[in-house]
């Protein structure tokens, strides 16, 4: 997959950091804090297919952050919540999540960029994370879940290879199935996948980040996969 996006080369204090967006903004993909009650990522299919490139973009880029803007997206009537920015950051780098207001006052003057993506390996080691979980998943090493954080209206994804990789191997899989379901024509919100099993196991309710499927409107732009596109009615003007 190729996506475009946006460098830019903010310091904070000595350090100079990369950083990428998407371009353009995910307008129909938006983001519920996680930490203050149920979190929700809700999208149409381009912004669902383009945050799981985001995601394998992440899982080989380690000297890089990935910020995606989603609170100045198309509010959702559901679920209700604080719409919160994603930032995807490898646990390797070290950036802390109170570093990032003044990375982000240096998010001007970007350079146009166009990343790659390979599925193949990002499905093999998303396999990798799978097959690991479902051997010892309440025994998994802090290196393989991801480590969520609240800053700044932000939340931090930190995680590393194969975690970045097995979350976008789910998001895809939201993108992929989400418009096959019979709600998703009519509008309605499809629950379709999670990211819950790559987070933190904590005592009593841990965090939960689940993800779901939302037809762009107006739905009569919206044709699910397998059913032919209606036609336009002919005008008083055609022959």
Request: with cysteine; charged share 25%; aromatic share 8%.
């Amino acid at each position: 997959m190729r996506l475009r996006a946006e460098e830019f080369r903010p310091r904070a204090g000595r350090y100079a950091f990369r950083v990428v967006q998407p371009r353009p903004a995910l307008r129909h993909t938006t983001l519920v804090d996680p930490t203050r009650a149920w979190g929700y990522l809700t999208g149409d299919h381009d912004g669902l297919a383009r945050l799981a490139g985001l995601f394998s973009f992440a899982a080989y880029s380690p000297h890089t952050v990935v910020h995606v803007p989603l609170r100045q997206s198309i509010p959702r009537d559901f679920p209700q919540g604080v719409p919160v920015d994603l930032v995807l950051v490898h646990q390797t780098l070290g950036l802390r999540p109170s570093t990032w207001p003044a990375l982000r006052r240096g998010l001007a003057q970007g350079v146009p960029r166009t990343v790659r993506t390979d599925e193949r390996r990002t499905a093999r080691h998303a396999a990798d994370w799978e097959d690991r979980w479902e051997r010892r998943w309440d025994r998994l090493p802090r290196t393989d879940r991801i480590q969520p954080a609240v800053h700044a209206r932000t939340l931090f994804l930190s995680g590393a290879r194969d975690t970045f990789a097995a979350a976008s191997v789910r998001i895809s899989e939201a993108a992929g199935f989400g418009p096959l379901e019979r709600r998703a024509a009519k509008g309605y919100d499809v629950l379709c996948a999670s990211l819950t099993a790559l987070l933190p196991l904590s005592r009593g309710r841990g965090t939960e980040l689940d993800i779901g499927f939302q037809a762009r409107p107006p739905l009569t732009h919206f044709t699910p996969p397998g059913r032919s596109a209606r036609r336009r009615r002919p005008t008083a003007a055609s022959p």
